[in-house]
C-alpha cells in the first residue's frame, strides 16, 4: 500500500475571485496549471444569498448568478491570473446647437444674424469597470 496522500479533486470551474485589483482588474484562483491562457475570456458573477425556490414546482433551482461583467485574462500565473474587464460603452457622436449670444425679438434683425450652428463631437469607446466585483465571487469561461 502506498502512504502518498492523494489531493482532493476541486473542479476547475468556477474558479474563486481572489483579489481586486481596481475596478477594471481582480485576480482569480486559476492559472497556467489549470490551463489558463493569455486572452481566454470569462464571466464573472456573484451568487444570491438564497437559493431561488420554482414557485410552481417547489423545486430548488440553486443560487441565482448576479453578473458582475466579462473580461479577459491579461496575465497569468502558475496558480493564478489577472482578468480586465471587457465591458464597453459604445462609441458616439452627439450634435449640439450653438445659439446666437443674443436675444433678439424683431423678426427683420433675426433674419439678418448668424444662424444656430451644428456641432458633433465625439465620444470614444470607453471601457467600463466590473460591476462591484468582490473578493469570492466567480469566474467561468465564455
Given at each position: ?10 473542479p ?17 484562483n ?8 493569455l ?6 458573477y456573484?451568487?444570491?444569498d ?7 414546482t417547489?423545486e ?13 485574462v ?20 452627439e ?14 434683425i ?33
Open positions: 500500500m502506498s502512504n502518498t496522500k492523494k489531493e482532493p479533486s476541486i476547475i470551474f468556477p474558479a474563486t475571485v481572489v483579489e481586486i485589483e481596481d475596478e477594471y482588474r481582480l485576480a482569480i486559476r492559472g497556467a496549471k489549470h490551463g489558463i491562457k486572452g481566454q475570456r470569462f464571466s464573472i456573484g451568487t444570491s438564497n437559493d431561488i425556490i420554482d414557485p410552481e417547489g430548488n433551482l440553486g443560487k441565482l448568478e448576479i453578473f458582475r461583467g466579462s473580461g479577459k491579461v496575465n497569468v500565473q502558475e496558480t493564478m491570473s489577472t482578468i480586465e474587464s471587457t465591458e464597453k460603452k459604445a462609441a458616439r457622436k450634435i449640439i446647437h450653438e445659439k446666437s449670444p443674443f436675444f433678439v425679438t424683431s423678426p427683420i433675426q433674419s439678418t444674424l448668424k444662424t444656430p450652428s451644428k456641432k458633433i463631437v465625439e465620444f470614444p469607446e470607453e471601457q467600463l469597470p466590473f460591476n462591484y466585483a468582490q473578493v469570492l465571487d466567480k469566474a467561468k469561461p465564455i
